[in-house]
């Protein structure tokens, strides 16, 4: 079937809004304020709600980072009029499930925001109702994150049975409580024992009222830190004496955990190199599951120029992911058969750090010497030394030396260009995703083949259909 200019326009319209959804999260990047971001991103969520509203909510079931799957949660759950009722439940069903695998933090943000604007629809009450419903600890919750609670079962009309309703809107009605979280709750007001059974982010409050010292509490709290947490706080902890406090870096997301890496000072690093590696490494086989060691021979170039250092809000953001993206590459890459191109040059990506001009054009063409099956990109797509080389360099070789693309080529780009509404692109020729993560690489490899123009609307539909029947089969 032929491709209509309506069906290609649409099918550039829905990668370009996915690419703005996995790489933006509103703040601030190295080239674009945080304003130019948050309006260049309202900008595309409304067009997309608009005019490809089906489209739009199937984006729930694809890598878009959490701030997104928000915006677009809200978005339909706001902007009802004229959906008909079969269309309501497929969303309600996309929705509910997003929500499942959405930060608790980030969900009653989200239910604070839908009472702040009025939205109390039948939909909206049961969506919240059934997510509440779900929740593996309601007397956890009503502890570590109470005045959200409070506000979202009032705005739904509900307030619970028995001692979880008297705690959340009048907790000193009970001298005591038999549930064991909400009595350690009330003692932690009077007794500096109970702090230490609370989740940290409550403790950390009655700390504060105690007037416990800062070491003795990090020190103490140590058993109830999550895994994140530990990550968080350990360097700071170390440095107050408090050396319990240290994460297991085995169990580490690969990307947070090349973010980590990245924070730490060169002597740090150094020390800890096998320690660090090893780390990296096991993350990275993790992500990879079963795709380990079946991509052939991979080549990479990724971007460690001074724009890599990101911005205040999201500092060192594109070299981690550019770091974590070469060990992830590594383990999908036959052994032995993959090789790093470092935009600066430096072979010792352990002490990767940003700095230097954009030479894209010429790692590129050190990249394709290798003959690679595959070669991947990792860069803002801002390409300076000189300005447009590696777009003429990709050019030639698509259109003359491997038109029939023997050599796969993707770029993917974890910054959003707020002014272009998309990320940057190389070349026409080269298909580009966004990148929020370096977990999310192999699927958007297999998403940006949609951008180079060879496969339709249909196509892309087919693979939406098939990634949202996917998601809501998982549990």
């Given at each position: 079937?032929?491709?209509t200019?309506?069906?290609?326009?649409?099918?550039?319209?829905?990668?370009?809004?996915?690419?703005?959804?996995?790489t933006?999260?509103?703040?601030?990047?190295h080239?674009?304020d945080?304003?130019?971001?948050?309006?260049?991103?309202?900008?595309?969520?409304?067009?997309m709600?608009?005019n490809?509203?089906e489209?739009?909510?199937?984006?729930?079931?694809?890598?878009?980072?959490?701030h997104?799957?928000?915006?677009?949660?809200?978005?339909?759950?706001?902007h009802t009029a004229?959906v008909?009722?079969?269309?309501?439940?497929?969303?309600?069903?996309?929705?509910?499930?997003?929500?499942r695998?959405?930060?608790?933090?980030?969900?009653?943000?989200?239910?604070?925001?839908?009472?702040?604007?009025?939205?109390?629809?039948?939909?909206?009450?049961?969506?919240?109702r059934d997510?509440?419903?779900?929740?593996?600890?309601?007397?956890?919750?009503?502890?570590?994150?109470r005045?959200?609670?409070?506000?979202?079962?009032?705005h739904?009309?509900?307030?619970?049975?028995?001692?979880?309703g008297?705690f959340l809107?009048?907790?000193?009605?009970?001298?005591?409580y038999?549930t064991?979280?909400?009595?350690?709750?009330?003692?932690?007001?009077?007794?500096k024992?109970?702090?230490?059974?609370?989740p940290y982010?409550?403790?950390?409050?009655?700390?504060a009222?105690?007037?416990?010292?800062?070491?003795?509490?990090?020190?103490?709290i140590?058993?109830?830190?999550?895994?994140?947490?530990?990550?968080?706080?350990?360097?700071?902890?170390?440095?107050l004496?408090?050396?319990?406090?240290?994460?297991?870096?085995?169990?580490?997301?690969?990307?947070?955990?090349?973010?980590?890496?990245?924070?730490?000072?060169?002597?740090?690093?150094a020390?800890?190199?096998?320690?660090?590696?090893?780390a990296?490494?096991a993350?990275?086989?993790?992500?990879?599951?079963?795709?380990?060691?079946?991509w052939?021979?991979?080549?990479?170039?990724?971007?460690?120029?001074?724009?890599s250092?990101?911005?205040?809000q999201?500092?060192?953001?594109?070299?981690?992911?550019?770091?974590?993206?070469?060990?992830?590459?590594?383990?999908?890459?036959?052994?032995?058969?993959?090789?790093?191109?470092w935009?600066?040059?430096r072979a010792?990506?352990?002490?990767?750090?940003?700095?230097g001009?954009?030479?894209?054009?010429?790692?590129?063409?050190?990249?394709l010497?290798?003959?690679p099956?595959?070669?991947?990109?990792?860069t803002d797509?801002?390409d300076?030394?000189?300005?447009?080389?590696?777009?003429?360099?990709?050019r030639?070789?698509?259109?003359?030396?491997?038109p029939?693309?023997?050599v796969?080529?993707?770029?993917?780009?974890?910054v959003?260009?707020?002014?272009?509404?998309?990320?940057r692109?190389?070349?026409?020729?080269v298909?580009?995703?966004?990148?929020?993560?370096a977990?999310?690489?192999?699927?958007?490899?297999?998403?940006?083949?949609?951008?180079?123009?060879?496969?339709?609307?249909?196509?892309?539909?087919?693979?939406?259909?098939?990634?949202?029947a996917?998601?809501?089969?998982?549990r």
């Open positions: 079937m032929t491709e200019l309506a069906d290609l326009v649409a099918c550039e319209d829905a990668l370009m809004f996915v690419n703005a959804a996995m933006s999260t509103g703040q601030r990047e080239y674009d945080a304003a130019g971001q948050r309006l260049s991103l309202d900008f595309l969520h409304a067009y709600r608009e490809y509203r489209v739009y909510a199937a984006a729930l079931a694809l890598d878009v980072n959490d997104n799957a928000a915006l677009i949660v809200r978005s339909l759950l706001v004229g008909p009722d079969d269309r309501r439940r497929a969303e309600g069903a996309l929705i509910a499930r997003r929500l695998l959405l930060p608790a933090p980030r969900v009653y943000r989200l239910f604070r925001e839908l009472r702040a604007a009025r939205v109390n629809n039948r939909r909206t009450r049961a969506i919240i997510w509440l419903a779900a929740r593996p600890d309601p007397a956890f919750d009503a502890v570590k994150y005045t959200a609670l409070k506000t979202a079962l009032r739904i009309g509900l307030r619970p049975d028995g001692e979880l008297d809107f009048c907790p000193a009605s009970r001298p005591r038999e064991p979280i909400l009595e350690t709750w009330r003692r932690a007001h009077f007794e024992r109970a702090v230490y059974e609370l982010t409550v403790a950390e409050g009655f700390a009222r105690h007037g416990i010292p800062r070491a003795q509490f990090l020190e103490r140590e058993p109830n830190l999550t895994r994140l947490e530990r990550l968080r706080l350990q360097e700071s902890a170390r440095r004496g408090a050396g319990s406090v240290a994460a297991d870096l085995a169990t580490m997301p690969l990307t947070r955990l090349a973010s980590y890496v990245l924070s730490l000072p060169f002597a740090d690093r020390a800890r190199r096998a320690e660090l590696t090893g990296l490494r993350a990275a086989l993790r992500a990879a599951g079963r795709d380990a060691g079946t052939g021979s991979v080549s990479a170039v990724l971007d460690d120029s001074y724009s250092r990101g911005s205040g999201k500092p060192r953001r594109p070299l981690a992911v550019a770091l974590a993206s070469s060990f992830l590459l590594a383990a999908l890459a036959a052994p032995g058969r993959y090789r790093a191109h935009l600066s040059g010792d990506e352990l002490m990767a750090h940003p700095s001009p954009t030479p894209l054009g010429d790692r590129v063409l050190d990249a010497d290798d003959a099956d595959r070669l991947v990109l990792v797509g801002w300076n030394a000189p300005d447009g080389l590696a777009a003429d360099v990709l030639v070789w698509r259109t003359r030396l491997d029939g693309g023997a796969q080529i993707t770029h993917l780009n974890p959003y260009d707020a002014e272009g509404y998309d990320v692109r190389l070349a026409p020729g298909p580009t995703a966004g990148l929020r993560d977990e999310n690489l192999p699927s958007l490899v297999e998403l940006a083949r949609f951008a180079e123009g060879r496969v339709g609307l249909a196509d892309l539909r087919a693979h939406l259909d098939a990634r949202v996917r998601f809501l089969e998982e």
